[in-house]
Structures are given as C-alpha cells and as structure tokens.
C-alpha cells in the first residue's frame, strides 16, 4: 500500500508541532517549572490515541525531557462526564479546582509569536 504525503501535510505538522511547543515552553515558564519538574504529561483525544510517543518526541512535538512521562488517556471529556455523574462529590471537586486553577492566555504572552516560530521547525 503506497502513502503519499503533501506539502500541505508537512505543513499542518508544523503548525501542530509549533502549537504544542509553544504551549508546553509558555506554561512551564509562567509556573516556573523545567522540562524536568513536570512529572507527568497526559495527551489526551485522537490526537494522542495511536502516537509513537518516541518519534513524537524525536521530531519535537514534545521535548525529551518528557521521554517516559507521557500517558495516552484517551477520551478525556467523556470519562470526566460519567465521572461527574458517578461522584455525589463531583460539584465539590470541580469547585475546589477552579478555585486553584489560573488561566494563561498564551497568544497575550509577551513571548508567543518569537516561541511560536521558533517551534515551528522540523
């Protein structure tokens, strides 16, 4: 069976690849953590379902620092709502996380055009 790839393709694994390093780079740095002190990194939906976490990481999607620190888990949304609906504790939980939670506009951050482009590479 042939494959054939596209310009348009490599360039669609660009804009992934540069959106994810971005993301990664601009929310360790607003927490103050290394590459290193990340513990673990979930990737969740279809995007992650059937990844070589390895080649992903080869190329750059993810830095290796992550190597082994990286779980599939899948349908997140949809184990979060029958989560939610088996829990009598569910409200309690979700109101404790927003309350710690921060959002990070990273597309406001000083840095993200420079990062972004710089993750872009292949």
Do not use: W
Not at 57 to 70: A, C, D, S, T, W
């Amino acid at each position: 069976q042939s494959i054939s790839i596209y310009q348009q393709d490599i360039r669609e694994l660009q804009l992934a690849k540069g959106a994810i390093g971005t993301g990664i780079e601009l929310l360790a740095k607003a927490y103050g953590k290394t590459y290193r002190e990340i513990p673990e990194v979930f990737v969740a939906g279809g995007f992650g379902y059937r990844m070589n976490i390895r080649k992903a990481v080869n190329i750059g999607i993810f830095p290796k620092e992550f190597l082994g620190k990286i779980k599939t888990v899948g349908n997140t949304s949809l184990a979060g709502v029958e989560s939610f609906l088996r829990d009598s504790n569910a409200e309690e939980k979700i109101q404790k996380i927003t309350e710690i939670s921060k959002e990070v506009v990273l597309a406001k951050t000083e840095e993200f055009e420079k990062t972004y482009v710089k993750h872009l590479g292949l």
